[in-house]
């Protein structure tokens, strides 16, 4: 079953932290492919995609979506 995730668009303050993240070497794995995961889907990636690049599962990569949606970073 394909199933379409509606991602929303990030601000540039958004972008600017993930993007700090991204390039912070002192950051935990986590974090990093979490934020990673969250610039992908940001870009228009699908879902299956972003966690594949990221590096997470897709169950995992879903549970970061819904918790950043709800929280932020």
Do not use: D
């Amino acid at each position: 079953m394909n199933r379409s995730v509606t991602f929303l668009q990030l601000g540039g303050v958004q972008l600017v932290e993930l993007q700090q993240l991204l390039r912070s070497q002192s950051i935990p794995s986590a974090v990093r492919k979490r934020a990673a995961l969250i610039w992908q889907l940001a870009a228009g990636v699908s879902l299956a995609k972003a966690s594949e690049r990221a590096g997470l599962s897709y169950p995992n990569a879903h549970h970061c979506m819904r918790r950043f949606l709800k929280l932020g970073m």
